[in-house]
């Protein structure tokens, strides 16, 4: 896969730009990504806003041609992408994690998310926009959300923004490549391992109820699996259950 790069110094959601590039120019290669030093408008899972400061973090898109994945286990994308990311911040410090289905974490706080966008063609996928943001360089947040985080943060210096993101897409690629069918239980088992509290009861919210439980696994279609304690198992797609934090 060869990137091709797009970089703006603004842009409304990354996402966005590459998706109204497809609907113009139809053909766009495989590892396209779209960078910005300022979203305007980015977005999370379900509509959620993400703030990032002007030229301090990582906002970016990238473009994947996934038709080797099934799309009833488009997940797999979710999973690779959230493992990629994990390894190359665990270089800094060992307490990153994977908040279900694909935040990462630093301990109890969030330090990216992303929002993945599929095409169906047919029986295939023929387009996938990856967009990521990943607090790097930030020191102070602004808005309303409870729990952000930056690596400037954690580790007490700033960074390399063009050597973080030729770090974090050298390992999406990698982890991108590697996927074949025969090797999805590895995937998932990985997943697992990087999991945020995959051991250990702790409170879920579910509506206005609030109920101890722990993570039994993941369905192939990312679907949450939690035992609660008295022994029922339940399962949860995203944003019908809350960690509760």
């Known amino acids: 896969m060869n990137e091709t790069f797009i970089h703006l110094n603004e842009t409304h959601s990354t996402n966005s730009y590459l998706r109204e590039l497809i609907m113009r120019e139809k053909e766009q290669p495989e590892g396209t990504v779209v960078i910005t030093d300022y979203q ?3 977005r999370g899972q379900k509509g959620n806003s993400w703030e990032s400061e002007r030229g301090k973090n990582l906002t970016f898109s990238i473009l994947l041609h996934p038709n080797h994945i099934p799309p009833g286990k488009q997940f797999i994308l979710s999973q690779l992408i959230s493992i990629a990311i994990v390894g190359v911040l665990k270089e800094y410090d060992r307490h990153f994690t994977i908040k ?3 935040d990462i974490y630093w301990k109890e706080k969030k330090i990216a998310g992303m929002l993945i ?3 169906l063609t047919g029986s295939s996928l023929s387009n996938a926009i990856i967009g990521i943001g990943i607090n790097i360089n930030q020191r102070h947040f602004k808005s309303d959300a409870p729990n952000p985080v930056s690596l400037t943060q954690i580790t007490g210096k700033e960074h390399n923004l063009s ?3 030729e770090k974090i897409l050298d390992s999406i690629v990698d ?3 590697k996927y074949t069918p025969d090797n999805e239980e590895e995937i998932r088992q990985k997943y697992m391992a990087l999991l945020f509290r995959n051991k250990g009861i702790y409170p879920y919210s579910y509506g206005k109820e609030i109920f101890n439980a722990s993570i039994e696994g993941i369905e192939p279609n ?3 699996i939690l035992k609660k ?3 029922s198992i ?3 797609a995203f944003k019908e259950i809350s960690f509760v934090i």
């Open 163 to 165: 050597e973080l993101l």
């Open 40 to 42: 305007t408008a980015g």
């Open 234 to 236: 339940h399962t949860f």
């Open 229 to 231: 304690e008295n022994g």
């Open 222 to 224: 990312g679907q949450l």
């Open 100 to 102: 279900w289905p694909n």
């Open 117 to 119: 966008e599929v095409d």
């Open 175 to 177: 982890e991108y490549n």
